[in-house]
């Protein structure tokens, strides 16, 4: 089963970006649709953007114009570079395996996340 590591986190002010990264084992990544999701402490899980395996994207109306999601199948990765993030954004953010952008039903495990603060 494809098992997945998320980093980038970090301490960023208000306007500034990161960028997340999202490791997977296994060679079949580029079959896998995946999707980036945050979860706040005492809050679900919800979903941020997606990205199927024919490059067709779909975000969250809250980071829409802002996040963006790309892939490198070459390294098993998958991105979510954050731009103009606000002090709302500051959340765990999580990778997985989806079963499509717009159904976005993990198929793989939660790793630890990454966590990122945006400071006012």
């Known amino acids: 089963q494809v098992q997945l590591v998320e980093s980038g986190g970090g301490l960023v002010q208000a306007g500034g970006s990161l960028r997340l990264s999202c490791v997977a084992s296994?060679?079949?990544?580029?079959?896998?649709?995946m999707g980036w999701f945050r979860r706040a402490p005492g809050k679900n899980r919800e979903f941020v953007t997606a990205?199927?395996?024919?490059?067709?994207?779909y975000y969250a109306d809250s980071v829409k114009g802002r996040f963006t999601i790309s892939r490198d199948n070459a390294k098993n990765t998958v991105y979510l570079q954050m731009d103009s993030l606000k002090p709302e954004d500051t959340t765990v953010y999580y990778c997985?395996?989806?079963?499509?952008?717009?159904?976005?039903?993990?198929?793989?495990?939660w790793g630890q996340g990454t966590q990122v603060t945006v400071s006012s």
């Open positions: 997985a395996a989806i079963t499509g952008i717009y159904s976005r039903t993990p198929v793989t495990p």
């Open positions: 296994g060679r079949t990544f580029s079959y896998y649709n």
């Open positions: 990205l199927d395996r024919s490059g067709s994207t």
